[in-house]
């Protein structure tokens, strides 16, 4: 079964539903969500608006709609961005998405530059990428349900920057994550701002209870970075987004507004989905979907129907992938 609000399945261990078939993260949202928490993060980063007008943030650019949306909302709050555009190698940025970028960053006149975001990769993390590679091209045939849902529940607490933890991942962004959240701090500190605004539509954390939209890291105490994911701060919800896409150059064409998985956007994360469904009971990036509707941005209906196409089964091997893209060296093979 699903939950009744967002799409959460009861085939993950982690979700508990009540007898209104309503998931754990429903309930705990609706009882600890405060717009007072919200608030305060928000006059606290207009704070931070450079009144010289130098650069004051940076803002995550991935060609997608939500972040195109985010550039345009941080420069009406008065904020002076400069854009970036990590690319790791195995996440997809097509012709179409550059376009996108140029177009948005030259009607907002922000300037603009893509990071190589490999640097940012740990020791620790190319042997988890080495060993999440063994296991989707030839353990994972070998293994039952029971096996892959204990996996996928016991690398949760692995995805932060500073962890160490050498593991396969059965949903490959948790080991992504701990990269480029290090990118992130690192990027803020060179250009010398404290923001980074990011167009994701769910919140940071849970901090005291509160749902945060700001995530504070500062592994240099005295040189905190703030990471704002900007749709959850201000409430955005899908259908604002169609009247500043316009603004920003957006055709008719392309209004054509599309929600799916982290296969769209990631090679690996296309790999894991088609072969570790089955075998979980549910798509493992439908939480991040499911958050989405848990806070109103997109509609359940919307969530469904992108958990519910088949993902494509790869025409190569994630080994091949990493080490094409230089995130594992050719001798590994
Ligand atoms: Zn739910």
């Known amino acids: 079964m699903r939950c009744k609000l967002c799409i959460n399945s009861s085939e993950n261990p982690s979700r508990t539903f009540d007898e209104n078939g309503v998931c754990n993260v429903c309930r705990e949202f609706k009882t600890n969500f405060s717009q007072a928490a919200l608030d305060a993060e928000l006059s606290f980063l207009k704070t931070l608006i450079r009144k010289d007008g130098s650069t004051d943030c940076l803002v995550a650019l991935s060609g997608g709609k939500d972040s195109a949306a985010a550039l345009y909302t941080v420069r009406k709050m008065g904020f002076h961005p400069k854009a970036f555009t990590f690319d790791a ?3 997809v940025i097509s012709d179409r998405q550059r376009e996108k970028i140029k177009n948005v960053t030259q009607i907002l006149k922000v300037p603009h530059a893509y990071i190589d975001a490999r640097p940012y990769i740990s020791e620790e993390d190319r042997e988890s990428f080495r060993l999440t590679a063994e296991f989707y091209d030839s353990q994972i045939e070998h293994m039952d349900s029971e096996t892959v849902l204990k996996m996928f529940r016991d690398e949760r607490h692995c995805n932060r920057p500073k962890d160490k933890t050498i593991r396969p991942f059965v949903r490959p962004c948790r080991l992504c994550r701990r990269a480029v959240i290090r990118g992130y701090y690192a990027e803020a500190v060179r250009h010398h701002v404290s923001v980074v605004f990011l167009g994701i539509n769910e919140w940071c954390g849970v901090h005291q209870n ?6 504070k890291l500062e592994p240099v105490p005295g040189k905190p970075v703030y990471i704002v994911h900007l749709p959850f701060l201000i409430h955005r919800k899908m259908e604002d987004l169609v009247p500043i ?10 209004m054509d507004i599309h929600i799916g998985t982290g296969r769209s956007g990631c090679l690996l994360a296309r790999i894991a989905e088609s072969k570790a469904t089955g075998l979980l009971g549910f798509n493992p990036d439908e939480t991040r979907l499911a958050r989405e509707v848990t806070v109103g941005f997109i509609h359940r209906a919307q969530a469904l129907n992108a958990v519910s196409q088949q993902a494509e089964p790869p025409d190569t091997s994630m080994m091949d992938i990493l080490i094409s893209k230089n995130i594992l060296p050719s001798f590994d093979k």
């Open 210 to 215: 509160n749902y945060t939209a700001v995530r």
């Open 89 to 91: 190698g195995y996440n």
């Open 245 to 254: 896409l316009r603004k920003i150059g957006w055709s008719e064409d392309d």
